[in-house]
């Protein structure tokens, strides 16, 4: 594997993780009914790729994307319907393509090289 394949994998796995953070938190804010299914079928994982450090695969639950989409909802009360989305899908995922593709494209310094060269031949522990 090489440097940059090994520094794009990295980012991958920060980025991910922090996706997943900050949406749970969105969700655990936003959603006023039964979420235990949209916080806890979450799953991150980098899937390997022979030409780039990765591929990151965000798995969510299907509604999990028609609840970002929905304007109109029911009151609890039922006396008549609110029209707000929940936030909790697009601003992650479009977030994190673009804090991913800022990051490859800005942070990749020679300190950064050498940190992944002594890495990579077991020089540091990390």
């Known amino acids: 594997m090489t440097i940059e394949s090994t520094f794009i994998r990295n980012i991958l ?3 991910g993780a922090r996706m997943k953070t900050n949406q749970g938190k969105a969700i655990a804010r936003e959603v006023k009914f039964h ?3 949209l916080l806890q079928d979450r799953s991150v994982t980098i899937l390997p790729s022979s030409e780039l ?3 990151l695969s965000y798995s969510v639950p299907h509604y999990n994307r028609l609840l970002d989409i929905k304007r109109d909802r029911k009151k609890k009360s039922g006396t008549g319907t609110t029209f707000k989305s929940l936030r ?3 601003r992650f995922v479009m977030g994190a393509y673009y804090a991913i593709g ?3 494209a800005n942070d990749l ?3 950064v090289r050498r940190d992944i060269r002594l ?3 077991g020089g540091a522990n990390g």
């Open 102 to 104: 800022f990051r490859i």
């Open 119 to 121: 890495q990579m031949k």
């Open 88 to 90: 909790i899908y697009n």
């Open 35 to 37: 979420s235990h299914r």
């Open 13 to 15: 796995k920060e980025e």
């Open 109 to 111: 310094t020679e300190v």
């Open 53 to 55: 450090g990765g591929i």
